[in-house]
């Protein structure tokens, strides 16, 4: 029992280990996305003039091109996914407003007979129709930061499980290692009682 716990305890070391390994990697090809998109905007900003990259040449109503969809499965640890957002989609309300939980949820698939909603626009229409390759490039760069904030939201889920499953399985061997002293220390005693009376009794004689 002993050692099967012990095994498990390890590999529950090991799959932390790995989790935040893994989960340090996304959060600096993060940041690293986030960096260069925020550095091609300004170059954008910089070659067209602060007036035609700005909040004034965004559409009237804004569509997300992507979606979160978020549940938790049968023992309680979330899974964020990502999902493509669907062209007649409008923006989602302030989650304070509407009562929701700030997490954007994927809509179910057409009914039968009903006509598929077209993608998204794409949002650099808003700004010109030649737009320089800067602001291609931090629009791709945003694109894949997205993708990645959703797989670190994934891993530290993952990274969170692991380690309570970890404590959990410490806090058995270190329940099952004391009951093992205490029952050596109790069996022990009653030995070590009598040598204490013989050892007297021979001085004594002696």
Do not use: I
């Amino acid at each position: 029992m002993d050692g099967s716990l012990s095994l498990s305890l390890d590999e529950a070391a090991l799959e932390v280990m790995e989790a935040l390994e893994l989960l340090q990697q996304r959060r600096e090809q993060l940041e690293q996305h986030l960096r260069q998109g925020w550095l091609s905007l300004a170059q954008a900003r910089y070659s067209l003039g602060c007036h035609r990259v700005s909040s004034l040449q965004y559409g009237a109503t804004m569509v997300p091109r992507v979606r979160v969809c978020h549940r938790q499965d049968p023992e309680g640890r979330p899974h964020f996914e990502e999902v493509p957002g669907t062209g007649e989609d409008p923006e989602d309300p302030d989650p304070q407003q509407g009562g929701g939980d700030g997490l954007r949820q994927r809509r179910g698939a057409p009914e039968k007979g009903e006509t598929p909603s077209r993608p998204p626009s794409d949002p650099l229409g808003w700004f010109g129709v030649l737009v320089p390759p800067c602001l291609r490039q931090a629009q791709g760069s945003f694109q894949k930061g997205v993708t990645l904030a959703v797989e670190v939201a994934e891993l530290q889920a993952t990274m969170e499980a692991a380690a309570a499953r970890y404590r959990q399985l410490l806090r058995q061997k270190r329940h099952l290692d004391g009951d093992s002293r205490d029952s050596q220390s109790s069996t022990g005693t009653p030995g070590d009682s009598k040598d204490t009376e013989g050892d007297t009794a021979t001085s004594v004689t002696a």
